[in-house]
Each structure stands twice: as structure tokens, then as C-alpha cells.
């Protein structure tokens, strides 16, 4: 058989799907300082109306614009691996699939939303997008995506990460976009903050702060986000419509999804295509892998939080470790989120996801097999995924049982290499919260 | 129409083209340290004798093993890809299509041929291959290989490389392969040249020198080349084979192919199959496209000389720039070789090749272009190729013609973005090698 499951150009799905319109339950509503449900119109300064009505649309398939779809059709449909090499080195009944969301220019998932999200901002005439980026994997996509578009771009890079990841700086240059590390000289947040502390390396929260203050007061300018959003992980369903096909094409359908889990965007694109066969009564397990050292799922309370840590977003319902909650520094940079996708949250709280941590030295173990028996050397991030799919074909082997595993390789780790050498060298460290340090953070997050 | 066009798994071609079979004029021989031809036997402890049997053969379809075929599907067929973005911002008549070799794991065209030495090595009973690499492009391709089929690999990568690109290094390590930097303490080459020098920054004549010592006192171990054997040009066929079958599903055929050329192998790769044509009456052009820096086919005299700058190869009748050209240290590492593989030079000799030079500057230019419009950061070799495929679409433009353009994009740029940091920052320039430098050159390296 196959190494790959490809699908022609005219197989990318036409419409994205939308979960909202069959959930089994209610969501609750994000809330602004007022305390009351956000309006759609508090939204309309930084985003366009159009990924407005996707936020909040109950309509289940929502139509991919054309233009859209040859976008997309730059890398897109992307390759189902059967993971051959992977299953030989195991040793296991299992087969193994995997999504290959790496092949994208900028190298992960990204592209799926930042591409819709250029398109639709450059329909309602916007000239520029502003956008925060913590280890450069959103702000990449997000250039590439301007670039294609033709829009300017705006990115305030946390400056730790910065000066520490210079070449997804150089990325998002190469594609013509502006970079500023934060806190900058370009925002009237960023000034105060560097008045306060000239030598301030920076957070994802002033990063996100001078990126919505920039788009608030440019009339030309939007904002975007690359996770969380619902309309984000609405895009992002094309990863799992595509692969729906493609097991179709084979005659095979997985027993078990998994996906990393940061803010959720991966993960609800891979598996809420599957969603909706599940609701429909199908068995199949759908499971996020989050990092031990920042366990939202697996161990944060079910409440509403801010979005970020400064306090500005409006308050979400999510599995959240507090909004104060600062994870150690872990190489899966895209997984250190104190809280979770709303949609991600209530699905793991009504018990149709499962939720699973895993530490630091076994995903990179985890990823070196990887590399040697697929080849591909993948994000820290995605070896979350490849870790879980490990576990859940060892248990195959023991229990001597066929079983068809899917996870999402979200992207590669070619600007992560140096994680790869602190790994190599011993330098790594496992690293599990307690739950007094959960705790604590919980109440200092008190809203 | 399409953006990509797709073969299937099946597709892949089941051999490779040899075009020794057909060139329409004699090949002159490598000649040994007795300056006599070289034979096959020479090179049986270093090489197994199958890829011995491929660098002598004159059989114009040498079959690919199935096993290769299997280790191919890991990222083959690659896509041939309509440069539609490109063409728009080029406004030119011209069709631009490009082969996407970048989306190998290893990131470029090196793994065709890795992938096959390996295989042929395990066969042969060999434990471990040995190497020197550069930039580490090449280093990077044969540990990727070596992990695939299960072989050890040890990788000797010339010291300045080591220091100002560790990410190769990583990606080397990552794959499981050993790597030192060169001069090492691992042989007794290596030991001399540190004694004349401890801070010796290398070369690749001494890391070849490591290398070739390395697998001729081990029985159990092979050295591998990367570049410039005829076997090397055999096995990157597969991409001009793979780019013929893609153009016939689409009812098209190219006026002019262009590929960078440093030692020959991804230039040879791409237009060999489509010589096979030319040399039956069919009107195509092929133009290789080198730096202004290292301009071995535009300016270099066709003479025997040594591969290698410190004269230990057999003798190889080609075009070069002297043995001790010493180019400047432009950012496209690949093409800075003094020489040039063979069959290429005898090509561009008897006029059924073109070559042109480009300088460094126009090469970035181009690239950033290309990211814009196409969305892939290339490498700063295959930029060449950009370059000469844009002067190509703009004399269409300049004429009025219809014209069907094809460009190698041998390797994506994900390891090289420093290179883009110093153009985007100003610090790169031209540099044309006088007359004067290469007559002085040549003499010193006289044979």
C-alpha cells in the first residue's frame, strides 16, 4: 500500500465545518468588562465583519471563498502518512497515520487561518494586519499569508524570544513584513512599559497589547489571531476534512485522533471534522496532549479567564491554570498557554475529548524515533502528538489489538534545532507543576 | 488549471536515465596517480561495487531497486508546480513552473541520491558510511539516509561550517549520525593538521581527506560523495524523469530548463531525461546557472585537474577554475566548487549547454521575490536558478512570446536565513573574480 494518501487540488474541501452548529451543548459566551455577553459590534475596530459572523455562525458548513481555495492549493491538500517506519521500529499491530501539516511554506498549520484571515481583512479594503507572535510560528504564517495577499504586516515579537529565535525574525522579514521586538517604541503600551523597565525582555501579553493597540488606532488596520478564536479553529477543520477523504479513499477510519494541545487550533482542526460523526453516534476517542508543565486540560479549573495575562481580552470560559500562570520555559513554546480554546474546553468538560500530559524528555525521545524511522524532524510541539500515538501503540502491542491511530504532525522543527541539541546534550529537564503551584496561581488570577 | 501537478506513489520512475548511453561524443576517462585510466577496481574499498558498476555502465535505463522505490515515496513524487504567482507580479506571457525538490525531509535534492548509496552499502554487508560536508546540506542528506536504511554514518564537517551553521550539525545529530568538525582528532590526517595548527578553521579538502581515511581503514565502512560522479548525476535523474511524465499529463513541454550548478548533481538531475529528447532532434534549451564569483563553466578552462583542492582525487577532465581557486565566501555554499562534474562540462564543451552567470545580489533579490509571490524562502543556490528563470520571463515579456519555463528549486532556505538577515540588512555585495585571478589560479593549481 501507500506510503502517502494524496488527494488532487479539487478534493480541498469547499466549505469549512462548524462545530458550533451541532455541539451537544450549550457555550458559554465570552463576557466584556461589563460582565455582560460580548457584543459582535465591540469586536468590529479590530476585526473584519466577515470572521466576525464566522465567530459567532451556527450554520455547519461554512463556504471556502475561491480565492481561498487556490491559496490553500500553495501546499495544500497536504499528504496522510501511514507511518510504516514508525509502526516497524515499534513493533506494533497498530497503524499509524499522520497528518503532514509541515509541508506548508511557513512550516506548520498556521497558514490555514492566517491565509483566510489576510484574504477576508484585504476584502473589507484593510491595508495592514498587526499581529503578536511569542516563538515566531504564528507571525511567520502570518507574513507568508500578508505577502501572498498583498497586505502590509505588522509583528510584535516577545524580545526574549527575539534575540534567542533571530531566524523566525528573518522568516518574517524575508516575507516583507515589519517586526518590532515588544515592548517597542511604536506604542504608546510599549513606551510605558520601557519607561518603567528599559531592559524588559518582553511577554505574550505586552506583545498582544501594543498589536491591538496598533490595530485600534490605525484605521487602516486590523488585528489577528492565530489560536483560541472560534473562527480560528473553524479554519483550521480543513486539516480534518481533508483527512476525513483521504481515509475514505482507503477504506480505513481511525479508532483514536490525537493532537497537540496549546490553544487549541491544531487540535479542533484535525478532530472536529470527526466530531460530527461522533456526535452521530460513531466510536471514536479524541485526545489532546498537553505538556506536564503546563496541564490546562488535565488539571486547570473550568472558568472564565482572560485570554492573556495582562487582563485586556475579554473574559473566556476555559480550562484555564490562571491567567497569571507563568510555565517554565519548555522548548513547545506554542504549548505554554495558561488557558485553552472555549470550544476545546467544553469538550474535554462534557467528557467527548480526553485530555492527556506528557513530559518534556519522552516527546523528545518520542520525536528522535520519529526523525530516524519517518524522517522528518518534528516541532517540539508535535512531539506531543508523536508521544501520545507511542502510547497508544505500545498499549495496541500489549493488548495484541489492530488499531488505527491518527495525530496531527502540526508542524517541523526546523528552527527548534536548538532544543534538538540541548536534548541531545543532557540539558533538558522534566518538569511537573505541583498542585500548590496551581493553586497559588489560581488565586492570584482572581478576576 | 492546477497549481501542482501530482504524480501517484506509482508513478515513481522505475529507473534512472543514463545518459552516458547517449551522449553524442566521447567521454574522456578519470585517470589515476599513474595517469593512466582509472579502473573500476581503484575504487572498490571505498565504494560497493554497484555504484561502481553505475559510474562505468553505458546502459541507458538503469533499474531502480524497489526498496529505493519505498524509501522514495517518504517524500517523492515531488510536485512540478505552476509559478502562477510569480508570473503575475513578472507580468510576463511566459509560463514559469518550477520542480519542488525543498520538501524532501532534509530540505533539497540530496536525499535521491543518498537514499540509494545507502542502500546499496547495507546490501553490500557495510556497517557505517563516512562523509565530509560544507554547508552541511549534503552531510545532513546522508545521515537522514543512514537513519532510513540503518547504517551508521559519521560526518566530517569542515570547522568554520561546524561553527557558523550548528544547525546542520544538530539536524546531522538529530538523524542519529556522529559529526565532527574538521581537522579531527579522528584520523591521522586530521591529527597532522592539527598539530601544524590547533586553530585550524578547515577546509573541504581536509575534511575529504578525513573522510576518504575514515572508510579506507575500516573494513566495514564506505565514504560517500554527494555531488560530481556520474553515479551521483544518475540518481537525481529521478527528478527530470518525474518532471517529463508531469508535463505530459498536462499536454506541455518546456522551451528551457535552468538549475543551479555547483558541482552538476540537481543541474544534471533535472535535465538529463530531457536530453534524451534533445538528442533525438527535439528544440529545448538548457542553461546552467552559476555565481559570477565562481564562474567555473562561464570562464573556467576544460582541462584534467583535481577534485579536490588538496590534490588526492583521480584526475577529471572538466571545466574548472584551478584546484586552488580560493572563491569568496558567497552565501550559496554549494556553488562555490572549483570544478564541475564531467558529463556537465563535456556538455556545455560541445554546445548543448548553456551557462550563465549571475551575481550575488540579484540572485536575494530574486529570492525575496519568489517568497513573496510563491511563499517558499529558497535556498541561496537555488536562487540562482530564480534568477536565470527571470531574465528568461522577462525577455518573453520583452518579445512578446509565449514561452514554457522550467526551474530546479533544489532546497528550501530554512537553514540559511542568516543569509537573507545580511542582505535584507545591506551587508552583502557583488564580487566578479578578475581575468587576472583566474589565469593565476589555474597556474598555481597546474597539474
Known amino acids: 500500500m501507500n506510503k502517502k494518501i494524496l488527494l488532487e487540488e479539487n478534493e480541498i474541501p469547499s466549505y469549512w465545518y462548524n462545530i458550533l452548529a451541532d455541539l451537544p451543548f450549550p457555550l458559554d459566551p465570552p463576557l466584556g468588562p461589563d460582565g455582560k455577553p460580548l457584543t459582535p459590534d465591540a469586536l468590529a475596530p479590530i476585526f473584519p465583519m466577515k470572521l466576525i459572523e464566522q465567530e459567532v455562525s451556527r450554520q455547519a458548513e461554512i463556504p471556502i471563498p475561491e480565492e481561498v481555495r487556490r491559496y490553500y492549493a500553495y501546499w495544500r491538500p497536504t499528504p496522510l502518512v501511514r507511518a510504516y517506519g514508525l509502526e516497524k521500529a515499534l513493533e506494533t499491530p497498530a497503524k499509524i497515520y499522520f497528518k503532514n501539516e509541515s509541508v506548508s511554506p511557513a512550516g506548520s498549520h498556521k497558514p490555514n487561518t492566517s491565509v483566510p484571515q489576510?484574504?477576508?481583512?484585504?476584502?473589507?479594503?484593510i491595508k495592514r494586519l498587526s499581529t503578536e507572535t511569542g516563538a515566531g510560528q504564528w507571525g511567520s504564517a502570518l507574513a507568508f499569508a500578508c505577502g501572498l495577499v498583498g497586505l502590509e504586516c505588522t509583528v510584535y515579537m516577545v524580545k526574549v524570544s527575539f534575540q534567542q529565535k533571530p531566524y523566525r525574525a528573518s522568516m518574517i522579514r524575508a516575507w516583507g513584513a515589519s517586526i518590532f521586538p515588544s515592548p517597542s517604541e511604536q506604542t504608546s503600551v510599549g513606551r510605558e512599559f520601557l519607561k518603567k523597565d528599559p531592559d524588559s525582555s518582553g511577554s505574550l501579553g505586552?506583545?498582544?497589547?501594543?498589536?491591538?493597540?496598533?490595530?485600534?488606532?490605525?484605521?487602516?488596520?486590523?488585528?489577528?489571531?492565530?489560536?483560541v478564536l472560534n473562527h480560528v479553529l473553524l479554519h483550521q477543520t480543513i486539516i480534518g476534512l481533508e483527512a476525513k477523504k483521504q481515509f475514505e479513499k482507503i477504506g480505513e477510519y481511525p479508532d483514536v485522533v490525537l493532537a497537540p494541545c496549546g490553544g487549541g487550533s491544531n487540535l479542533g482542526g484535525i478532530s472536529f471534522p470527526f466530531y460530527r460523526d461522533k456526535f452521530a453516534g460513531k466510536r471514536i476517542r479524541i485526545v489532546a496532549v498537553e505538556p506536564k508543565s503546563c496541564p490546562t486540560l488535565t488539571r486547570g479549573e473550568f472558568k472564565y479567564d482572560f485570554g492573556d495575562s495582562a487582563g485586556m481580552t475579554p473574559l473566556i470560559k476555559m480550562f484555564t491554570l490562571g491567567h497569571n500562570y507563568a510555565p517554565p520555559s519548555i522548548h513547545a513554546?506554542?504549548?505554554?498557554?495558561?488557558?485553552?480554546?472555549?470550544?476545546?474546553?467544553?469538550l474535554v468538560k462534557n467528557g467527548l475529548m480526553e485530555a492527556l500530559s506528557v513530559n518534556q524528555l519522552e516527546t523528545f525521545e518520542a520525536a528522535l524515533l520519529f526523525a530516524k524511522t519517518e524522517g522528518i524532524i518534528p516541532a517540539p510541539e508535535s512531539a506531543h502528538a508523536i508521544r501520545g500515538a507511542l502510547i497508544e501503540a505500545l498499549r495496541a502491542k500489549e493488548e495484541g489489538k489492530e488499531k488505527t491511530i491518527l495525530f496531527n504532525l502540526s508542524g517541523h522543527g526546523h528552527f527548534d534545532m536548538s532544543a534538538y541539541d540541548d536534548y541531545l546534550a543532557g540539558k533538558l529537564s522534566n518538569y511537573e507543576v505541583t498542585d500548590e503551584q496551581i493553586k497559588r496561581s489560581l488565586s492570584l488570577s482572581k478576576i
Open 118 to 125: 489576510a484574504y477576508y481583512n484585504k476584502l473589507e479594503g
Open 206 to 227: 505586552i506583545a498582544i497589547s501594543e498589536a491591538t493597540e496598533d490595530a485600534a488606532t490605525h484605521e487602516d488596520t486590523h488585528y489577528s489571531l492565530g489560536s
Open 333 to 346: 513554546g506554542g504549548l505554554r498557554y495558561h488557558g485553552d480554546s472555549p470550544i476545546v474546553s467544553s
